[in-house]
Structure formats: structure tokens, C-alpha cells
């Protein structure tokens, strides 16, 4: 599926027993055919970090949600970040006061094409409606990005968004 703002997002099922990861793997290396994919951990170097494209002039991210793995990818350097929650989560406004999904995965899609994830406290980010259906986002006041929400598979709200250009 395209999106705005360039952004491809595609989504598979996780079978009971697959690794997620491999699945999410899966998706990117159709949408981006001769690219390499690398994800370590900045931290301890675990295959869990952030996903790296080399090989292909684009940014990617992946999230996870009800048994579904979520891509997105969008040409250029500037950087995407998606973010699936399941559609009745509860428990969100312990992190985030008052979210629910759909808050919570414009929240967190905005912190992943921000580069920093959760090391940021995501009461710090502010979403704004546009009239044309996206939103725009802050934290601390400085503008994020912009992004958009996505149709997703049953049950399963997602949202994506793109980083202001450096």
C-alpha cells in the first residue's frame, strides 16, 4: 500500500510459531529487492534495534501488533517510523496519560522517526489535526514531522510518520 508523503507500508501475518522478525525481514527485502538489512541494538548489540537499509537510498522501520508485522519504507534519507497497537489496548495511559491506540501509535510512530524511540518521555510529543487528514507532530515544541494513519488489518491501529528534514 502507498501512503502520503512517499511512505510504502505492507503488513503479513506472524504464524503461530514464526519469528516475527524474519516475517518483518520478509516484507522489507520484497518492497526493497538487493538491499541489506541490518538491526542491531545500539545499546547491547542485540538484533532488536532499529532497522538499517544499506544498498538502497531509503529510511524503514517495522512494528508489531495482534499477530501482524507492519513495514513501512520511504525513499530518501528522511526518516520514517511506523507503529501498530491493537485496536482494544488498554493500560496505554499508564505511559501516556489519557491514550488509547490511536494516540498511543501516532505517539510512538513520531518518537521512532525522531531516532530516539522511547528514550524520550512521550508525554513531551504533541499531534496536531490538519485539515487534509494528517497531522503534524512536536516534541518539547520543536517540530517532529508530520504523518498520516494507516488502514490496517482487523483489529490492528497504525499509524506512520515522517521526520521534519534535518
Known amino acids: 500500500m502507498n501512503g502520503a508523503g512517499g511512505v510504502r507500508v505492507a503488513w503479513r501475518i506472524v504464524s503461530a ?5 524474519e516475517v518483518s525481514r520478509s516484507l522489507l527485502t ?5 538491499a541489506r538489512l541490518s538491526s542491531r541494538c545500539s545499546r547491547c548489540g542485540g538484533d532488536h534495534g532499529r532497522v538499517r537499509v544499506s544498498g538502497a537510498e531509503v529510511t524503514a522501520s517495522v512494528s508489531y501488533a495482534s499477530g ?15 507503529d501498530a497497537v491493537a485496536a ?5 495511559d499508564r505511559v501516556l496519560p489519557g491514550a488509547d491506540a490511536r494516540t498511543w501509535a501516532r505517539v510512538e510512530a513520531v518518537l521512532k522517526a525522531d531516532g530516539r524511540g522511547l528514550a524520550v518521555d512521550p508525554a513531551r510529543v504533541r499531534i496536531v489535526e490538519r485539515a487534509d ?21 482487523p483489529g490492528v491501529v497504525v499509524a506512520v510518520a515522517v521526520a521534519s528534514a534535518s
Not at 520484497?30 to 538487493?34: M, S
Open 68 to 82: 501482524w508485522a507492519i513495514v513501512a519504507v520511504r525513499d530518501g534519507d528522511q526518516r520514517v517510523g511506523i
Open 133 to 153: 487528514g494528517e497531522w503534524s507532530s512536536t516534541i518539547d515544541g520543536a517540530a517532529a514531522g508530520v504523518g498520516f494513519d494507516v488502514e490496517a488489518p
Open 88 to 92: 482494544d489496548a488498554t493500560g496505554l
Open 30 to 34: 520484497e518492497l526493497l529487492p538487493g
Open 17 to 21: 510459531g514464526a519469528d516475527r522478525r
